[in-house]
């Protein structure tokens, strides 16, 4: 019965009271507040409002406590709970990406783009990566804006994102040193179409009746790899810039 009054009440105005919740190396362990949570879960809510004591381990070398150390740096930097690194070193990593330093508190507009680039990530990620692996999602997100900018999770469309992670599954799922990936994007310039114009056809002039053929061989399909897949936007958007004099197959 009580459960029953409390979920009416969590349907007409929310849990109003926080509950109380000790966190250790990332994990909560409620003390108050077990039927509001059962309650909320149930509902579909993904968060609660909480109090939490933090219990700090003593420093050791040992990994799990020297990453919770990071996290903390991290933390106090970013107030961000969220994302959590499985790895020594990711967190700083994460800030040379960003251009950010830890121990330092960052700019208030890169930390809510980051939190918000998380959860667009973590959304679809979640459901396209079911895995057992022994990854955080914050390790897959790392993998994910190493091999695409960050800004992308906000620029693109919703099914280029998901595209984007199936075309990454396997760098997110063996993800090993994010720092060893690296993906650059360049602006469609007129100058720069003049210059690949000039590589192509140099002083020989092909026409749209008369064009120069090129071939493509992949050793797999397009939508199994994003190596494959990067060639096969570069083979496009030859076709595209050269205006039809270039046919390629």
């Known amino acids: ?5 409390l979920y009416t009440s969590y349907r007409e105005e929310g849990i ?5 919740v000790y966190e250790f190396m990332n994990r909560y362990y409620v003390q108050e507040g077990n039927k509001r949570v059962s309650v909320s879960k149930f509902g579909g809510s993904e968060f609660i409002l909480a109090d939490v004591i933090r219990i700090i381990p003593k420093r050791t070398d040992d990994k799990e406590v020297t990453v919770y150390y990071e996290y903390l740096d991290f ?11 499985s790895e020594p070193g990711s967190y700083q990593k994460l800030a040379s990406m960003l251009g950010a330093e830890l121990g330092q508190k960052w700019d208030r507009k890169l930390c809510e783009d980051l939190k918000a680039a998380y959860f667009s990530f973590s959304d679809k990620c979640s459901v396209l990566l079911k895995n057992d692996y022994q ?3 914050g390790d897959a997100f790392l993998m994910y804006i190493s ?3 960050m800004h992308t999770l906000f620029e693109d469309t919703k099914d280029q994102i998901i595209r984007n992670i199936k075309l990454a599954q396997r760098e997110i ?4 040193d994010a720092g060893s990936v690296e993906y650059v994007t360049q602006e469609e310039t007129a100058e720069k179409n003049s210059k690949l114009k000039e590589l192509f056809f140099g002083s020989k002039r092909y ?9 493509f061989i992949y050793d797999a399909d397009v939508d199994s790899s994003r190596w494959i897949d990067s060639h096969e936007a570069g083979r496009l958007y030859i076709d595209h810039v050269t205006e039809g004099n270039v046919r390629s197959i």
């Open 16 to 20: 109003r009271d926080a509950i109380k």
């Open 135 to 137: 990854m955080t999602m």
């Open 173 to 176: 799922l063996s993800v090993s």
């Open 1 to 5: 019965m009580k459960w029953s009054a």
């Open 207 to 215: 026409t749209e009746a008369a064009p120069l053929r090129v071939g």
């Open 147 to 149: 091999i695409f900018p």
């Open 75 to 85: 933390y106090k930097s970013t107030k961000n709970i969220h994302i959590v690194f």
